[in-house]
């Protein structure tokens, strides 16, 4: 009997014990089912059935209009709740789920009010299983999303929106750009046209300077310049006599010499019998014949041995209402054209002109000297001063025609009183050297009526009759300067161009992440909070290292593991692209109140800022090999964001809330408008 009464006994505190944990535990329960109902999440259980019986339910369905007696009871299904155009994708996917023996379902659907209501949920199940690992329930919860939908479609609305107005402005950027690129191409063309003038100038200039050479000298010379500047292979240049019948070769080039296997050249070429060459003279103006090779009546055909002509263009010289000389090029690698024609125009007149002029000054025996120094320069505006005086004592009729003087009246004049710079004017005179030759490329000038117009001199320093003597050639350069002025012009609109594109670029970027993050200077990211964590890494071990300290530091700030974990993610990400595509790079953290800060620096050559949009908004994009999923995972992951990027290198600055409740943001539908 004693050992039943402490049996008994035993058995009795047994109970006790275990109906004072059965109350612990039913109000424990109680308190969770109280804190599910207070809660965002609708808790369920349905059973694998039609129609999706519910067998229970958290009191929090009434937000819905519902009572969850009525699921409970069989009143009503989960499956009525349903819109239908939602019910046959749903059927589809937990059929599919059932099938494959999958556990954990994440659905989105509609669902209809006891309202009317149309209301996005977000539903998170968990399969579970019986006695014979079959499945027969899902329990889990539903959150309600419509507010996130409703935001995603007007994301998405405003990114459309955006996306046409990007492709309006491409398209006008585009054109603007075809128009830029058309009027340099202008530029450029009038740039080279410019070019060949200088070329043939200066080899005007150095034929001038050629004082002591002969004819044949002079006339090779130009020949050989005219190749150069119709950057032909082949050329020649003929005299013809006074009649116009007879044309005389007086040179070739190098590379026809060499080419050329005709034993005996012949030097005369009758005009009446001499083919396509002679047509010049005949019809009295430039023969241009791009395709030599085709038919043509004027062609006679060329002995055996003779260079093969290609391409071939020949220019009379006129003096006088008469043809005087042939310059004639040949084998151009493109076509001739009017161009050409006009630089062998000039370029042979120049060199006529200088041939009668050193006729004349032979002819001049008294004022040998005096005239060959004279026209030693070139030829166009010519003027002879007195070194020490500065005294204009001669001058030609272009130099009066430049200044806007009658001869008599320039004359008058020293070399001060047609300069707007006379200290520079002095200086060049009181640095008089005989034999000396200067050339001042840019000198501001003067005329008459008191215009201010650029110059370019080429001055000679000379000694007669032991007076001192510098001799002048100006040269008026005012449409070579107006087209530097529009290069620039046109170089600072291509400049003006990029930064309007690139603070496109930044509103783009700020419109479509709303707000979240900004594409700024170095000296616009802020700086806030105690600084708690400054370390730099370079490898895999100072880059674990980084990442504990960070989340730690979050964790301790206060920040919900979870979301400590993100953040950490987010950084780890920038730290990783700045070891595997930069050097030196360095991690700053900062904490306020409400948000931990984190700054992620390297020195590298940055993104271009073409490659900015697809970077920042495209999962996975990259130039390089290796950068995940990038700045896509850091938007997500942060709920503020500032970049700078360039070639010395990037910063990248992170700040996460630490109670986000606290601050849920809308979207900016304001910034969509203004972009």
Same mark, same amino acid.
């Given at each position: 009997?004693?050992?039943?009464?402490?049996?008994?006994?035993?058995?009795?505190?047994?109970?006790?014990?275990?109906?004072?944990?059965?109350?612990?535990?039913?109000?424990?329960?109680?308190?969770?089912?109280?804190?599910?109902?207070?809660?965002?999440?609708?808790?369920?259980?349905?059973?694998?059935?039609?129609?999706?019986?519910?067998?229970?339910?958290?009191?929090?369905?009434?937000?819905?209009?519902?009572?969850?007696?009525?699921?409970?009871?069989?009143?009503?299904?989960?499956?009525?709740?349903?819109?239908?155009?939602?019910?046959?994708?749903?059927?589809?996917?937990?059929?599919?789920?059932?099938?494959?023996?999958?556990?954990?379902?994440?659905?989105?659907?509609?669902?209809?009010?006891?309202?009317?209501?149309?209301?996005?949920?977000?539903?998170?199940?968990?399969?579970?299983?019986?006695?014979?690992?079959?499945?027969?329930?899902?329990?889990?919860?539903?959150?309600?999303?419509?507010?996130?939908?409703?935001?995603?479609?007007?994301?998405?609305?405003?990114?459309?929106?955006?996306?046409?107005?990007?492709?309006?402005?491409?398209?006008?950027?585009?054109?603007?750009?075809?128009?830029?690129?058309?009027?340099?191409?202008?530029?450029?063309?009038?740039?080279?046209?410019?070019?060949?003038?200088?070329?043939?100038?200066?080899?005007?200039?150095?034929?001038?300077?050629?004082?002591?050479?002969?004819?044949?000298?002079?006339?090779?010379?130009?020949?050989?310049?005219?190749?150069?500047?119709?950057?032909?292979?082949?050329?020649?240049?003929?005299?013809?006599?006074?009649?116009?019948?007879?044309?005389?070769?007086?040179?070739?080039?190098?590379?026809?010499?060499?080419?050329?296997?005709?034993?005996?050249?012949?030097?005369?070429?009758?005009?009446?019998?001499?083919?396509?060459?002679?047509?010049?003279?005949?019809?009295?103006?430039?023969?241009?014949?791009?395709?030599?090779?085709?038919?043509?009546?004027?062609?006679?055909?060329?002995?055996?041995?003779?260079?093969?002509?290609?391409?071939?263009?020949?220019?009379?010289?006129?003096?006088?209402?008469?043809?005087?000389?042939?310059?004639?090029?040949?084998?151009?690698?493109?076509?001739?054209?009017?161009?050409?024609?006009?630089?062998?125009?000039?370029?042979?007149?120049?060199?006529?002109?200088?041939?009668?002029?050193?006729?004349?000054?032979?002819?001049?025996?008294?004022?040998?000297?005096?005239?060959?120094?004279?026209?030693?320069?070139?030829?166009?505006?010519?003027?002879?001063?007195? +070194?020490? %005086?500065?005294?204009? &004592?001669?001058?030609? @009729?272009? *130099?009066?025609?430049?200044?806007?003087? =009658? /001869?008599?009246?320039?004359?008058?004049?020293?070399?001060?009183?047609?300069?707007?710079?006379?200290?520079?004017?002095?200086?060049?005179?009181?640095?008089?050297?005989?034999?000396?030759?200067?050339?001042?490329?840019?000198?501001?000038?003067?005329?008459?009526?008191?215009?201010?117009?650029?110059?370019?001199?080429?001055?000679?320093?000379?000694?007669?009759?032991?007076?001192?003597?510098?001799?002048?050639?100006?040269?008026?350069?005012?449409?070579?300067?107006?087209?530097?002025?529009?290069?620039?012009?046109?170089?600072?609109?291509?400049?003006?161009?990029?930064?309007?594109?690139?603070?496109?670029?930044?509103?783009?970027?700020? +419109?479509? %992440?709303?707000?979240? &993050?900004?594409?700024? @200077?170095? *000296?616009?990211?802020?700086?806030?909070? =105690? /600084?708690?964590?400054?370390?730099?890494?370079?490898?895999?071990?100072?880059?674990?290292?980084?990442?504990?300290?960070?989340?730690?530091?979050?964790?301790?700030?206060?920040?919900?593991?979870?979301?400590?974990?993100?953040?950490?993610?987010?950084?780890?990400?920038?730290?990783?692209?700045?070891?595997?595509?930069?050097?030196?790079?360095?991690?700053?953290?900062?904490?306020?109140?409400?948000?931990?800060?984190?700054?992620?620096?390297?020195?590298?050559?940055?993104?271009?800022?073409?490659?900015?949009?697809?970077?920042?908004?495209?999962?996975?994009?990259?130039?390089?090999?290796?950068?995940?999923?990038?700045?896509?995972?850091?938007?997500?992951?942060?709920?503020?964001?500032?970049?700078?990027?360039?070639?010395?290198?990037?910063?990248?600055?992170?700040?996460?809330?630490?109670?986000?409740?606290?601050?849920?943001?809308?979207?900016?539908?304001?910034?969509?408008?203004?972009?």
């Amino acid at each position: 009997m004693s050992s039943d009464h402490e049996a008994l006994k035993q058995a009795s505190e047994r109970l006790e014990s275990l109906e004072r944990e059965l109350r612990r535990t039913r109000e424990e329960l109680y308190r969770l089912m109280a804190l599910v109902d207070r809660g965002p999440a609708t808790v369920f259980l349905w059973r694998i059935a039609p129609r999706w019986p519910v067998e229970y339910v958290s009191a929090n369905i009434s937000r819905f209009g519902y009572d969850p007696e009525e699921f409970r009871s069989g009143r009503i299904s989960w499956a009525e709740l349903i819109h239908p155009d939602d019910t046959p994708r749903l059927d589809a996917e937990i059929t599919r789920a059932i099938q494959d023996g999958t556990h954990g379902l994440v659905l989105e659907y509609r669902i209809i009010t006891r309202s009317g209501e149309v209301r996005w949920v977000e539903e998170h199940a968990l399969g579970l299983l019986d006695e014979h690992h079959r499945l027969t329930h899902y329990q889990g919860i539903i959150l309600d999303i419509t507010a996130r939908k409703r935001a995603e479609a007007a994301l998405l609305a405003g990114k459309e929106e955006l996306e046409s107005r990007v492709a309006e402005r491409t398209a006008d950027l585009t054109r603007a750009n075809e128009k830029l690129r058309r009027e340099i191409a202008q530029r450029q063309r009038a740039m080279e046209a410019l070019q060949l003038d200088e070329t043939r100038l200066e080899a005007l200039l150095d034929l001038n300077l050629m004082t002591e050479a002969s004819v044949k000298e002079i006339t090779h010379f130009a020949m050989e310049e005219a190749v150069r500047l119709t950057r032909s292979t082949l050329g020649y240049l003929a005299f013809v006599n006074e009649s116009e019948t007879v044309m005389t070769m007086h040179a070739w080039s190098e590379r026809a010499m060499y080419d050329c296997l005709i034993a005996e050249k012949p030097l005369i070429y009758p005009v009446e019998t001499t083919g396509l060459w002679g047509e010049a003279v005949r019809q009295r103006r430039p023969i241009i014949t791009n395709g030599y090779q085709a038919p043509n009546p004027w062609k006679k055909g060329y002995p055996e041995g003779h260079v093969e002509l290609r391409r071939h263009m020949n220019v009379p010289i006129m003096e006088g209402g008469r043809v005087v000389a042939v310059i004639g090029v040949a084998n151009k690698e493109t076509e001739y054209d009017d161009a050409d024609v006009r630089q062998l125009r000039l370029l042979g007149t120049g060199m006529w002109r200088i041939l009668e002029r050193k006729r004349v000054v032979d002819a001049l025996k008294e004022n040998e000297e005096r005239y060959r120094s004279l026209f030693a320069v070139e030829p166009d505006a010519l003027v002879l001063l007195d +070194a020490q %005086t500065g005294q204009i &004592l001669e001058a030609n @009729d272009s *130099a009066c025609q430049l200044f806007g003087y =009658e /001869l008599e009246e320039f004359l008058s004049l020293t070399a001060l009183d047609i300069s707007a710079e006379p200290e520079k004017t002095r200086a060049v005179m009181d640095g008089w050297q005989p034999g000396r030759t200067d050339k001042v490329p840019y000198r501001n000038s003067l005329r008459k009526d008191g215009t201010i117009f650029p110059t370019e001199i080429a001055i000679r320093h000379f000694e007669l009759q032991g007076r001192r003597l510098l001799y002048a050639a100006y040269r008026d350069i005012t449409a070579r300067v107006r087209a530097e002025a529009e290069m620039e012009e046109a170089h600072e609109r291509l400049l003006r161009a990029e930064i309007e594109k690139k603070q496109f670029y930044r509103q783009v970027i700020r +419109a479509v %992440t709303n707000n979240k &993050l900004h594409l700024v @200077d170095l *000296a616009q990211i802020p700086v806030e909070g =105690e /600084l708690v964590l400054e370390t730099s890494f370079d490898d895999p071990e100072s880059y674990r290292a980084l990442r504990q300290r960070v989340q730690q530091a979050a964790i301790t700030a206060g920040m919900p593991e979870e979301n400590a974990a993100d953040f950490m993610l987010a950084v780890s990400e920038a730290a990783a692209n700045a070891i595997k595509h930069a050097k030196d790079g360095r991690c700053a953290l900062y904490v306020t109140p409400e948000r931990v800060i984190a700054r992620v620096s390297d020195r590298g050559t940055g993104i271009h800022p073409e490659n900015l949009p697809a970077t920042i908004l495209t999962p996975g994009f990259s130039t390089k090999v290796s950068l995940g999923m990038g700045y896509t995972l850091m938007l997500e992951v942060a709920d503020e964001m500032w970049l700078t990027t360039g070639p010395t290198g990037t910063v990248v600055q992170l700040a996460k809330w630490i109670y986000p409740e606290r601050h849920v943001k809308e979207p900016d539908l304001q910034m969509w408008n203004n972009l």
